[in-house]
Structure formats: structure tokens, C-alpha cells
């Protein structure tokens, strides 16, 4: 898989393979620089390079070569992770460092951005699935739509903002990696801080609370209409999760959308 674009672009091995359910990547040297070959293994990550190339370097990884479904892009060489940031006394700076990098990828640009995906396409399953099991994920689908249907502040997204997707670039600051090219309300992009699985306190209702005030301060967010989304994200996230059928996963997901609902009721 890798050895067609080893000898194209002259790259050298510079580490073991990484499988996921979506891609591989091979850490790489490129003009002796640090790189990240990245073959994708579904649609959605060909489209999250274009929108790389689109970014081209500004708040996201530069694509140094791009060609069918490979990707050769800047790899993230600092110490520092966000995630680690968030479980050790650091969220709430985690939090702003998330904010200010999904800024800059919200920030207009002079050429268009080809066939986005509209953010009502990428919410397709929630609908079915909230027809099926009814209770909270039909809340969180009944605000949804309603998002959906008045939606503000309309950018490209990237679509997974987590403490995994921006990265410790050292000089170049903290940058995304993995985006999902969506087109839709900016709020969104920040839903997945208040989400992310990898984080065990994100059922912790301090927690949620805390960083409510922090993000929708850093972001210009009504801290309303950030809560909306959240459960929005989280009642699609476990629709996703209940297709797959991951039920440990669901549930954490419409913990998170309960709390967000409970907030927005109070």
C-alpha cells in the first residue's frame, strides 16, 4: 500500500505503520522533514485533504503531495497533547487552545471551497434513529432540526475538533489534522470539546458547566445555543455508536446530550 508513493514522492520509512478504521499512515521523511503519509480507506478522509490543501498550512497541517486516495502531510513532532492537558489540571487552557485553532479554520477565505457537506447531510442518521428509540436521542433530534433549519454564522467546518485532532506543531503552534469538510453553523465545531470519549469527564456536570463558560466566552458562542448543539452532536454520536452497535459507547454519548438537556431546561 505504502510502497508506490515511497519511491513517487522519495520518501523514507520513519516508523512503524498505524492502522485505523479509516486510513494508514506511515510516519515518513520527506527532504529530510518530518511527514505523515496518510492512505485513506474511506470517502471521507480524500474529501478531509482537499479541505487540508484548501487550509493550506494556515490553522492545519500543510499537504506537502496529494494524489488519488494518499496524502503526504507536516507531522506533528511536540510533546505537548491536548488530551493529556485536559486529564491533568489543564482543561480549561485546553479548552481556549481548541477555540483559537477552530478561529483561525473559521477565518473567511478569498477562494471557495469545492462540493462541502452540508451539515443537514451529515445528520441523516439521527432522525431514523430517534424515530427507533425515542427518549433522549428524539430530544436531541428535535433540536437539531431546529438548528438545522435557522442555522448562523455559516463557515466550512472541520467537523472533529477533539483533544486527538490539533496537534503540537512546536514553532508553527498547535494545528488540525483529520477534518470532515462540512459546511454548515460554526457552532458546531465546537461541540465535540464537551464529547470527546477519550475524555472520562465528560459526564461530570461541573465539568460540562466549566467549560461552557470557557468556550463560549473564547468562541463569541451564546452559551445557550452552544448547549443546543452539544446535544445535537452528542444524540448523533450515539446514533452512530447504536448503528455500529457500540451500546458502552452510545450511552457515555447520551449522558453527555442528558446533561446538555437538563442545563438547557434549568
Known sequence: MFAPYLNRWSLIADGEPIITHSSRLLPVLWQDRPAMLKVAADIDERYGALLMQWWDGDGAAYVYAQEGDAVLLERATGKRSLLAMAMNGEDDEASRILCATAARLHAPRKKQLPDPIPLTRWFRDLEPAAGKHGGTLADCSAIANALLADQRDVTILHGDIHHDNILDFEARGWLAIDPKRLHGERGFDFANIFANEELPVITDTARLRRQLAIVSAEAKLEPKR?????????????????????????????????????????
Open 226 to 266: 452552544l448547549l443546543q448543539w452539544i446535544a445535537a452532536y452528542s444524540g448523533l454520536s450515539a446514533a452512530w455508536f447504536l448503528g455500529d452497535p457500540n451500546i458502552q459507547q452510545a450511552e457515555t454519548a447520551l449522558t453527555v446530550a442528558r446533561i446538555a438537556l437538563a442545563e438547557l431546561e434549568s
